[in-house]
Nanobody, 125 residues
Framework: QAQLVDSGGGLVQAGGSLRLSCAAS????????MGWFRQAPGKEREFVAT????????HYADSVKGRFTISRDNAKNSVYLQMNSLKPEDTAVYYC??????????????????WGQGTQVTVSS
């Protein structure tokens, strides 16, 4: 069983940066694939980035590639999303997720079985 607590969201101007954090409980964090997803009003939850259990493999949505960086610290049971050059279209609730079934970064949203409560990111133009 894992519990995830997202934090770090806020209001930022276009071109600015934010760093999201996700703190996980549970002994097996270092064996879980971790990811970030987002959901804008009226839209489906979409993939942002994933990272393998070891941290050696990452995968990004095309819309954030080159601007966002996912990382993890297994000693701290934490995963991060550094977001740079933010755009108004990045506005959404961002969710941290964990998959206890897989260790690879290349898995779909439906293969994550633990979710954080979400943190709001708002980018003003």
């Amino acid at each position: 069983q894992a519990q995830l607590v997202d934090s770090g969201g806020g209001l930022v101007q276009a071109g600015g940066s934010l760093r999201l954090s996700c703190a996980a409980s549970g002994r097996s964090f270092s064996s879980y694939t971790m990811g970030w997803f987002r959901q804008a009003p009226g839209k489906e939850r979409e993939f942002v980035a994933t990272i393998s259990a070891s941290g050696g493999e990452t995968h990004y949505a095309d819309s954030v590639k080159g601007r966002f960086t996912i990382s993890r610290d297994n000693a701290k049971n934490s995963v991060y999303l550094q977001m740079n050059s933010l755009k108004p279209e990045d506005t959404a609730v961002y969710y941290c997720a964990a998959s206890s079934y897989y260790s690879s970064a290349y898995i779909s949203r439906y293969q994550f079985n633990y979710w954080g409560q979400g943190t709001q990111v708002t980018v003003s133009s």
